[in-house]
């Protein structure tokens, strides 16, 4: 039998009668803990390969960025958000905690809720814009297979309502169940990709040629690096919320260097090609059709035979559905959780997630390309910086990787600061969001979300990640400075 993993608090002992705790929060133990390189590098695909990524670089491009520029700018800002999410994993993985229980050490046991549900509220949104994109590609599944589908009244609405039962059935199987899917869906999903890409050169007159024609895709002339801080953010941010509540994955690896190696090989590299051959697929339209598609769910529907729209539109659906039961469902399950452990499950909380996601009205979030990347993207980006900052200067600089795995859970314990609550994490993370809530008011009511000659205001903004993740890991440091003996595990 192999040994317990160190700190594991097991049911019926005194920490697991806390409140603060239930089985699915529960740190893994070492024989739960069988996550290789693999499942971690599948888990990106997984979520990577998807439509709001294959759109990404045609809406950067529709602001005035070449193909090239477009590629140069996502795969930075991936190896950026590569290194928040590689800290952050480290605990995961370490001391098998998930995302709102590494925040207690850090926020308090009781403050932890703040940056939980912050993260959740912002997988809520992200939950019901996947969503929504997936029951576009199952109307097109449908209009395909039954033409009588046209005329069934509010189909679009029908489909999407399906879609999104199909997701509550696979909540109701567990995290288990998650694994499973992304490890049958990545090879799937890769061809998926590599079967576009291979229309779009074969269609549109070889890569040279499509290449040439994504010039139209510019629909402005806005100087590379006008555009590229609010670019490189808005892509920073894209995995944002990933950065933070990795550790809800990687308390299942089963060692350091798979979850590192997993994620260095699974993220940048998925996202800067599936970008990329988004670009390339919708620069081939342009040949073939005489004008630019960009929805691959409206391109899928012009392409191809009955057979090959049903073939290509599972493989949408599959992309959806990794993405959204991944990167949006397990964090804010294990959020919700973490406000009332021992009333809300794991199950309960993704069903939470389910309801909200549909309450937040994706359909609107989603409908402009502009909104979507400068207003949606940069503002939530700004929260998880603010929140990142703070995690990574508490684990890495503060407490040295070190943790105390059964006062995460005690009310009493070293982590219980002032009534369960840190005020000066608290302090740090709104005095870091602060300066860039103007910029995103400003942003929020100017058409497409770019200001023209942006002053102070709007630069900071622009930066918002890294000007969140840059004050609240300073001020926290600076709060908690003549703290040291305290937080000392």
């Not at 925040?103 to 509220?121: T, Y």
Request: proline content about 6%; overall charge neutral.
């Amino acid at each position: 039998m192999r040994p317990a993993a160190p700190d594991v608090i097991a049911p019926g002992t005194e920490s697991s009668e806390s409140p603060l705790w239930n089985l699915d929060l529960a740190p893994t133990t070492l024989a739960q803990r069988t996550w290789t390189t693999y499942n971690i590098a599948a888990l990106w695909i997984g979520m990577s390969v998807v439509i709001t990524t294959y759109t990404l670089a045609s809406g950067i491009m529709q602001q005035g960025m070449t193909w090239w520029q477009a590629m140069i700018t996502i795969l930075l800002a991936n190896v950026i958000v590569l290194v928040p999410m590689v800290l952050n994993a480290h605990a995961g993985t370490k001391y098998g905690v998930s995302f709102p229980v590494l925040c207690r050490a850090a926020f308090g046991v009781r403050g932890a809720n703040v940056p939980a549900i912050l993260r959740a509220i912002v997988a809520c949104g992200w939950f019901g814009i996947q969503t929504w994109i997936g029951g576009l590609a199952l109307h097109e599944l449908l209009k395909a297979a039954w033409p009588g589908w046209a005329a069934v009244p509010a189909n679009i609405w029908v489909a999407f309502l399906a879609f999104w039962l199909v997701q509550v059935f696979i909540i109701l199987r567990g995290l288990e169940g998650i694994k499973m899917l992304e490890s049958w869906s990545a090879p799937l999903l890769l061809g998926g990709g590599a079967a576009l890409l291979w229309w779009a050169i074969s269609a549109g007159g070889g890569l040279g040629n499509i290449l040439a024609q994504s010039e139209d895709l510019r629909q402005s002339q806005t100087p590379f690096w006008t555009l590229f801080p609010a670019a490189l953010t808005a892509n920073v941010g894209y995995w944002a919320t990933l950065s933070l509540n990795i550790p809800d994955f990687t308390r299942y690896a089963k060692n350091q260097r798979s979850q590192m190696l997993g994620q260095a090989l699974g993220l940048p590299t998925t996202m800067t090609a599936f970008a990329f051959i988004g670009v390339a697929v919708t620069s081939a339209t342009i040949v073939v059709f005489g004008e630019a598609v960009w929805d691959p769910v409206q391109l899928i529907a012009r392409i191809g035979t009955p057979v090959v729209i049903i073939i290509s539109a599972l493989v949408v659906l599959a992309a959806q559905l990794t993405t959204n039961m991944a990167a949006n469902v397990v964090s804010p399950a294990n959020d919700f959780s973490s406000l009332a452990p021992k009333r809300i499950s794991y199950v309960t909380g993704g069903l939470i997630t389910a309801v909200i996601g549909i309450l937040m009205m994706p359909w609107k979030l989603y409908a402009d390309a502009a909104a979507y990347i400068f207003t949606w993207l940069i503002g939530y980006s700004s929260l998880m910086g603010a929140i990142g900052g703070i995690l990574i200067a508490d684990y890495w600089i503060l407490r040295k990787c070190t943790l105390s795995v059964p006062d995460l859970f005690a009310l009493t314990g070293r982590y219980s600061y002032e009534r369960g609550v840190n005020p000066r994490a608290m302090i740090a993370l709104v005095v870091a969001i602060l300066p860039v809530v103007p910029g995103f008011i400003r942003a929020a009511t100017t058409p497409g979300g770019q200001v023209a000659d942006p002053g102070l205001v709007d630069t900071l903004y622009t930066y918002a990640w890294f000007v969140t993740f840059g004050l609240s890991f300073a001020v926290y440091l600076a709060l908690m400075s003549t703290q040291r003996a305290e937080t000392s595990p």
